[in-house]
């Protein structure tokens, strides 16, 4: 058994997903773990399979019959980075562009390794005003300051709220 990751994007609909697994099913492929969501009206994601090797072909040329959806399989990590603490960043303030490039280069310039990245743009109760809204589950290394990263953060713009916890509370 191999690790895959199957990546998929393609117009809503009831039944998509449930398909995708029939097939990773039919050519006796584990379901591991996967994220999906639809964005813009369209269904996107990816999910993590085990599969016998053999089957990959098959497997491949079966979802790429479909032309409903686009779909990639990368094979996975054999070797995954060791493990570090796991913190959860959740951050919100006023949207504006270029945000997530900001954050993104704070969050490289402390060596953080981001694992799980979802944002959003919503409306602020009183008075409307678009807000930029985020959640990062981040891999940190032991010797960096969480204090250091929460300031630089910061330091991005004076409205933005930072709150870090570690996600073995």
């Known amino acids: 058994m191999k690790s895959f990751i199957i990546t998929l994007v393609g117009k809503d609909k009831p039944g998509l997903l449930g398909a995708l697994a029939d097939t990773v099913y039919q050519f006796k492929g584990n379901w591991l773990g996967s994220n999906f969501a639809l964005m813009a009206g369209r269904f996107a994601g990816f999910a993590e399979i085990e599969l016998p090797e053999e089957n990959l072909t098959p497997l491949e040329k079966a979802l790429k019959q479909r032309d409903d959806v686009d779909i990639t399989i990368s094979s996975g990590d054999e070797n995954p980075p060791p493990p570090m603490r796991e913190a959860i ?38 008075s409307g005003t678009p807000l930029f809204k985020a959640t990062a589950n981040c891999c940190v290394t032991e010797t960096e300051s969480l204090d250091d990263l929460v300031d630089a953060l910061e330091y991005l713009a004076n409205d933005l709220m930072i709150d870090v916890d570690f996600a073995d509370k």
């Open 89 to 126: 960043i959740n951050i919100v303030g006023n949207d504006k562009t270029g945000i997530v490039h900001e954050i993104t280069a704070v969050l490289n310039k402390h060596k953080v390794n981001i694992i799980g990245f979802k944002s959003e743009r919503a409306s602020a109760p009183s």
